[in-house]
């Protein structure tokens, strides 16, 4: 059974950072994408970013560009969320989610097989 485990929630003052990591466990480590969605109150989910395991292509949300940088350590099954310059718009419940057999997509358009339980982050201004 797959399991995702985030952490490195909290809370930060506008223009701070923060670092979300998530380890997956139980799924294949041939050919996968690992992303981050967050969910703010009162409004739908949404892809943050994501990143093939071949290859390593990067995916973004347009409003974090810049100020998110997502990894991959293959070795560990963990994808880190760094993020810098955070704002008060960053708040949300933040989701990792993993895909399998899914290179060469878009990762803001895939169907993600299994999700975290979530971390909270927020942004006091």
């Known amino acids: 059974q797959v399991q995702l485990v985030e952490s490195g929630g909290g809370s930060v003052q506008a223009g701070g950072s923060l670092r979300l990591s998530c380890t997956a466990s139980?799924?294949?480590?041939?050919?996968?994408?690992m992303a981050w969605f967050r969910q703010a109150s009162g409004k739908e989910r949404e892809f943050v970013a994501g990143?093939?395991?071949?290859?390593?292509?990067?995916y973004y949300e347009n409003s974090v560009k810049g100020r998110f940088t997502i990894s991959l350590d293959n070795a560990k099954n963990t994808v880190y969320l760094q993020m810098n310059t955070l704002n008060a718009e960053d708040t949300a419940v933040y989701y990792c989610?993993?895909?399998?057999?899914?290179?060469?997509?878009?990762?803001?358009?895939?169907?993600?097989?299994?999700w975290g339980q979530g971390t909270q982050v927020a942004v006091s201004s």
């Open positions: 989610a993993v895909c399998y057999y899914c290179s060469g997509y878009d990762l803001a358009d895939v169907e993600y097989n299994y």
């Open positions: 990143i093939h395991n071949l290859g390593g292509s990067t």
């Open positions: 139980g799924g294949t480590t041939i050919n996968f994408a």
